[in-house]
């Protein structure tokens, strides 16, 4: 293999990027060496840019969600080849504690990822274990590749629900993930799924994916809303997926007696005070949903009957990270997923 230099971009502090350098070794064993053709950036990213990711310190790589293709392999591979077009569930497991023994890698007691390892897929090139490494449908791009693993993120956290026909369901958050989440809440079965947001766009953009009720969250009461819509009783089943103590406690008081949150964002402040006596009153349920374990499988299927191309809203080169990350920030953007071209 010929000698490669990979460029890879980190955050070194709050709100700058830099890039490193290093040679790319030849893959050895289970290891699969990967061009990176497409990179997006995640809502975890961007926590990090903001030096306020609660479980990742800087300096740190950056960049999980991606695809590209396949330029060599360890000895050991078996089921992809060179020139496969894949994208990459970017987790790092030991396969040695109880959980990962039974199946259930989700729960590793020792789990992490592969850009907080220090391969980060804001580079040219990068190096994974063949067992997580995915081929693509042919007629998926690769933009649209990049989005399986937050759509994964989706589907886990709907599968976690475990929505049912006929459901009413409430998504707060209308970024990406949130977007995904009631689209795949449609595909489930929810009769009713309505997407709260501050955005106009973004709230447009729900509608699009199969919401159908938005709440503009900036000029109407989410609650009060939510009553509207329900008689009053309230809905099934929400999901939180902005991370803020506010939509916590929204998700929490939308429920109806014996309903179901399932709380996706990240919480840059994790100590929040929410109404406990809610939980006894109402006997509702809350539930954590992170990641994915077995999801990337149903992610690649549903990647089939939803417009992850409708997503994608700006593309930057690699070298322009800088300004990539900047313009997520920026609520004027209109931004709702950020592709990179290495």
């Avoid at 490193?20 to 950036?41: F, N, Q, Y």
């Avoid at 592969?114 to 190096?127: E, H, K, L």
């Avoid at 991370?243 to 949150?261: C, D, H, I, P, V």
Wanted: net charge neutral.
């Amino acid at each position: 293999m010929e000698q490669l230099i990979n460029k890879i971009g980190r955050v070194v502090e709050p709100g700058k990027v830099d890039f490193i350098t290093r040679s790319v070794e030849e893959p050895k064993g289970d290891k699969v060496l990967i061009k990176i053709v497409s990179s997006a950036i995640c809502g975890s990213d961007l926590h990090i840019f903001k030096g306020k990711h609660p479980t990742v310190p800087l300096p740190v790589t950056i960049g999980h969600e991606f695809s590209g293709d396949v330029i060599a392999v360890g000895e050991d591979v078996e089921n992809i080849k060179v020139g496969d077009k894949v994208t990459v569930e970017p987790v790092v497991v030991c396969g040695k504690c109880a959980a990962c023994r039974t199946g259930n890698y989700g729960y590793c007691e020792n789990l992490s990822f592969t850009y907080r390892m220090g391969d980060g897929a804001m580079a040219n090139y990068i190096t994974v274990r063949e067992p997580f490494v995915y081929k693509l449908p042919p007629n998926l791009s690769y933009d649209e590749g990049a989005l399986i693993e937050p759509l994964s993120v989706a589907v886990h956290a709907v599968r976690r629900a475990d929505i049912k026909l006929g459901e009413k369901v409430l998504v707060i958050g209308a970024g990406a993930i949130g977007l995904m989440v009631a689209a795949l809440c449609r595909k489930n079965g929810a009769t009713g799924v309505t997407v709260a947001d501050l955005s106009k766009s973004r709230l447009e953009m729900a509608l699009k994916l199969g919401a159908t009720n938005v709440i503009n969250s900036g000029r109407e009461d989410v609650l009060e809303a939510v009553k509207d819509l329900t008689s009053g009783i309230g809905i099934d089943k929400a999901f939180e997926c902005v991370g803020l103590e506010t939509t916590f406690n929204q998700a929490l008081m939308s429920l109806r007696k014996n309903g179901l949150a399932t709380v996706v964002g990240i919480f840059e402040n994790p100590n929040i005070t929410i109404p406990a006596s809610r939980f006894i009153t109402h006997e509702i349920k809350v539930q954590g949903s992170q990641g994915y374990c077995w999801d990337f499988p149903v992610a690649l299927e549903m990647s089939q009957q939803i417009d992850l191309k409708s997503l994608i809203t700006h593309k930057f080169k690699l070298e322009d990270l800088q300004q990539a990350l900047e313009t997520a920030l920026d609520r004027n953007s209109n931004s709702i997923k950020i592709v990179l071209n290495p």
